[in-house]
């Protein structure tokens, strides 16, 4: 693995945490959910069982960013724990297809809200997600170390905003405890309780994704073994009061009863807070969680690729640093040139419906290398916390399985693509070791 040098600190691995756990889904996903539930109390419970299954795939993740403190994530435990041939399938998945995807779902999800901002015509609305797209890339090329700083600010002013706007809700008087009541009982109107929940259950995994990318730029991260583990748990615990606060805020400013849709929900919530203005003061803190998210991914995606050509997986010159920035520049371009291709095709919403049954499995799959380590795990959650981890990461695949199975199954035939993609990469597979650090 050719030598990076550790230029972020931890408010940057926290951001990444935070950054696409909290994005787009924090003005949609609660009131959603909260509309379909029909009942504070289940809505609370579901954000906290997620929570807790956050928590025990972050001390797993922890363990494992520690004894291979490696940019590159899931990509490099799958590798050591399973060998080259299923880490290749995954980051063929991940960086290849699903966060080329995710990127173009955030940029064109921003859209909107930026026409709400600034006075811009239909063809400018268009042309912001490939603008967007661009800025970032730009943001990332020009140094870790910059493009670190201004990710870890945009996600603070982020949280800032969240937390003021809370804070708003119940110092200008308009939250109101009795919109809450009765916590337990559901209103009427509500979804049949099972497909509810399930649904739920699907939609908070959803908002919660994304806390793992830290472990991709682990091997850029200062202090990995403090760091890292602060990282991950507090950012979990950060994302977890984020949602509930504002699921708490939304409901006892607006009703459930009054709820109508996702999306005129933020127009709704705005309105009653901030009056005439309101549109525009929620659009601008919907952006401000898109730039957040987006800054995040196009830091951490990139290293997958990168990780892969340095380990022989994938053509080499995506695994060069730039001499003088330290970036993984070549993987950083290939990353937006996928993103801007997805967006041209206007294939997001296939590619992210045909992945995300393939992501959970990868998931609960890295936890699972955990059992496969030379070194044995020693500490008080093992091994409890990667049961319940990969168990929670089976019951939302069989959830995904049951809602909507055809896509599922073509994306496990994507992802299957992936053995005769590196049967031409890698006629001869040659793996550079990694060294790892025990803990």
């Known amino acids: 693995m050719a030598n990076q040098s550790r230029q972020l600190g931890l408010a940057a691995a926290v951001a990444v945490v935070t950054g696409e756990s909290i994005a787009l889904g924090i003005f949609l996903t609660p009131a959603a959910m909260a509309k379909s539930l029909g009942s504070p109390m289940l809505l609370g419970l579901i954000w906290l069982g997620m929570a807790f299954m956050a928590m025990c795939g972050a001390l797993c993740y922890s363990e494992l960013a520690i004894r291979f403190p490696e940019s590159g994530g899931e990509y490099v435990y799958l590798r050591e724990g399973y060998g080259e041939q299923l880490a290749f399938l995954y980051g063929w998945m991940s960086s290849i297809v699903m966060y080329p995807g995710v990127a173009a779902a955030l940029a064109v999800g921003a859209a909107p ?38 990710m870890s600010f945009a996600n603070m002013l982020k949280l800032a905003v969240l937390f003021s706007l809370v804070g708003w809700a119940v110092v200008s008087g308009h939250a109101h405890i009795y919109n809450l009541l009765p916590l337990t009982p559901r209103r009427p109107g509500s979804d049949a309780i099972v497909p509810a929940i399930a649904g739920g259950i699907i939609s908070a995994f959803f908002s919660f994704g994304g806390w793992w990318e830290a472990s991709k730029i682990a091997g850029e991260v200062r202090n990995p073994r403090r760091n890292l583990p602060l990282a991950f748990l507090g950012g979990v615990a950060i994302v977890t009061a984020v949602y509930l606060l504002i699921s708490a805020a939304f409901l006892s400013v607006l009703p459930i009863e009054q709820l109508t849709s996702n999306t005129a929900f933020v127009a709704q919530f705005g309105g009653v807070l901030f009056g005439s203005a309101g549109a525009r003061v929620l659009s601008i803190c919907v952006l401000l969680c898109v730039c957040g998210g987006i800054a995040a ?43 801007l291709g997805v967006l041209l095709l206007g294939a997001f919403d296939r590619v992210l419906a045909y992945i995300i049954f393939s992501a959970v499995v990868f998931l609960a799959l890295t936890a699972t290398t955990l059992f496969r380590t030379k070194e044995p795990v020693r500490g008080w ?39 005769p993609l590196r049967r031409f990469l890698m006629p001869r597979p040659a793996v550079v070791p990694l060294t790892s650090e025990r803990g």
């Not at 995904?400 to 496990?412: E, F, S, W, Y």
């Open 113 to 150: 809200y930026l026409a709400q901002v600034l006075p811009l015509s239909p063809q400018a609305v268009s042309i912001a997600p490939f603008v967007i797209l661009g800025l970032f890339c730009g943001i990332n090329l020009l140094g870790t170390r910059l493009s670190g700083a201004i």
């Open 297 to 339: 991914l196009t830091m951490a995606a990139p290293r997958v690729c990168y990780a892969m050509a340095q380990s022989g997986a994938f053509f080499p010159a995506f695994g060069k640093l730039h001499p003088r920035l330290g970036t993984p520049i070549n993987a950083i371009l290939l990353q937006t040139a996928l993103s």
């Open 381 to 419: 959650w093992f091994p409890m916390a990667p049961i319940l981890f990969i168990a929670c990461c089976a019951v939302i695949a069989l959830l995904i399985l049951m809602h909507d199975p055809l896509p599922a199954l073509a994306g496990v035939g994507i992802v299957l693509c992936g053995i």
